[in-house]
């Protein structure tokens, strides 16, 4: 059984910075990509990024490049994101995501995504 445990999440201020962890686990689990999507209150989930391990290629969602940074280890079945600058509005539960195959459709799509975390809680203070 594959499970994607999260952490890292929190509160901070608002400028301030947080790093989010997911390590995946379980004696089959092998990915092609790992992300992360977020989901605020009264608000559909978003893509946030995403990493393929193949070519190291990332991907943001947004406006999100330049405050956010992915990156992981594929050996390790890890995935970080970098959170800085951070905003009220990034508050938002987060969640670590992978994916089995790049087949499965695009990587912004929640639909692509074969494995999902429980979320961490990040709170921006104003």
């Known amino acids: 059984q594959v499970q994607l445990v999260e952490s890292g999440g929190g509160l901070v201020q608002a400028g301030g910075s947080l790093r989010l962890s997911c390590a995946a686990s379980?004696?089959?689990?092998?990915?092609?990509?790992m992300g992360w999507f977020r989901q605020a209150p009264g608000k559909e989930r978003e893509f946030v990024a995403a990493?393929?391990?193949?070519?190291?290629?990332?991907y943001y969602g947004g406006s999100l490049k330049g405050r956010f940074t992915i990156s992981g280890d594929n050996a390790k079945n890890t995935v970080y994101l970098q959170m800085n600058s951070l905003k009220p509005e990034d508050t938002a539960v987060y969640y670590c995501?992978?994916?089995?195959?790049?087949?499965?459709?695009?990587?912004?799509?929640?639909?692509?995504?074969?494995?999902w975390g429980q979320g961490t809680q990040v709170t921006v203070s104003s």
């Open positions: 995501a992978a994916r089995k195959t790049l087949s499965s459709g695009s990587d912004y799509r929640e639909y692509a995504y074969d494995y």
């Open positions: 379980g004696r089959t689990f092998s990915s092609a990509a």
């Open positions: 990493i393929r391990w193949s070519a190291g290629t990332t």
